[in-house]
């Protein structure tokens, strides 16, 4: 079989050791938090020619959306060196420390700047890496609806029944962290996904219970998903390949 793709993984910041082994053993989707981390993938993609990567500015990230035109410029230029667009989205945690009056103000501008990448994405027809949590995905889901987006991944995605209705009903994709491995909380949230638009991510070097996220953890990922689908490890190995393979057109 192919290597396994990680579809969400801030390669980055990994060690040069961690890298040089997820390379060598998986396919990874490099995902950008802002300028810097934009131009470190693109230094990366050429080190690795096997490494796929998206540029973007980390919806959290509230002090990076002043980087917007500096990375929406890198887009541009190296458009054909881009699986995607990401880790764009809307600002989530970062709000919730936040007083009544600043969180609409930052979530206003979190839709703006969400806005202008939904609309660089739809002119030079890349696929989304997206981090969205809850309600607030609806208004997400506008955007991709108003620029007839296609080709979206909603990584580690937590939200309602009707929300991931919306998703699969639009032909979109959600994609799992390992952290199922021990929540029970988010297991439960994950039997919501239909089985056929799962993929697999480590949103490595995130700690899963103080162990580095890294692409390898898939594997169990994989294997916890099977247990709460009661299906093989096989079938989901496949759909989530298949389904990488839609969103990011990785040959
Ligand atoms: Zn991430």
């Known amino acids: ?53 998206c540029l973007g500015i980390h919806p959290e990230r509230i002090n990076n959306y002043t980087d917007f035109l500096m990375v929406a410029e890198l887009i541009e230029t190296h458009c054909h060196q881009l699986v995607g667009i990401g880790e764009i989205g809307l600002p989530y ?22 806005e202008k990448f939904v609309k660089l994405a739809a002119k030079l027809d890349q696929a989304l890496n997206l981090h969205c949590v809850g309600d607030d995905t609806w208004q997400a889901i506008s955007y991709l ?29 959600i994609s799992v962290s ?7 909380k988010y297991q439960n949230q994950v039997k919501m996904i239909p089985k056929e638009i799962l993929c697999l991510e480590s949103d490595g070097p995130w700690l899963y219970q103080g162990q580095r996220g890294i692409p390898e953890m898939m594997i169990a990922t994989a294997q916890k998903i099977a247990l709460l689908f009661n299906c093989s490890l096989s079938e989901i190995l496949q759909t989530s390949q298949r389904n990488a393979h839609q969103i990011w057109r990785i040959k």
């Open 145 to 173: 609806e108003r620029y007839r987006i296609k080709n979206v991944l909603f990584h580690w995605f937590a939200g309602s029944h009707e929300l991931i209705a919306a998703i699969y009903e639009k032909g979109w994709f």
């Open 1 to 53: 079989m192919a290597k396994i793709i990680d579809n969400h993984c801030h390669f980055e910041q990994l060690t040069k050791r961690e890298q040089k082994q997820a390379i060598a053993n998986y396919q990874v989707v490099g995902v950008a938090s802002d300028y810097q981390s934009s131009l470190q993938l693109l230094a990366l993609k050429k080190e690795y020619n096997d490494l796929s990567i």
């Open 178 to 184: 390992p952290e199922v491995i021990t929540n029970i």
């Open 93 to 114: 945690f970062s709000l919730l420390k936040m007083s009544r009056a600043e969180q609409v103000r930052f979530s206003q501008q979190g839709l703006i700047l969400f």
